[in-house]
């Protein structure tokens, strides 16, 4: 069976070059949502998570505010410390 093309692109990215096996295609339901390709961007930004290598000197709080005005989202925050070490 084919490989999907967004998992070579993985694949590519990562390195990997380890063969796929796949048994079966799986059932696509509408209702399950979209394919990864298939989003368009304000969806695929909806529920994301952006990783950002701050730099010195902003605050971990800045950087997660200036995210919400560039993108125009609601909702942003941050996980763990984004403080260089």
Do not use: Q
């Not at 509408?30 to 902003?58: H, V, W």
Request: hydrophobic share 30%.
């Amino acid at each position: 069976m084919e490989i999907r093309p967004f998992i070579r692109e993985i694949d590519d990215f990562c390195g990997n070059r380890s063969p796929w096996i796949v048994t079966r295609e799986e059932e696509e339901l509408p209702s399950y949502g979209k394919r990864p390709e298939e989003r368009s961007l304000s969806e695929a930004l909806k529920n994301s998570i952006l990783i950002i290598d701050k730099p010195p000197g902003p605050t971990s709080h800045e950087v997660a505010h200036w995210i919400k005005v560039l993108l125009g989202v609601k909702k942003a925050g941050h996980g763990g410390t984004l403080e260089p070490s």
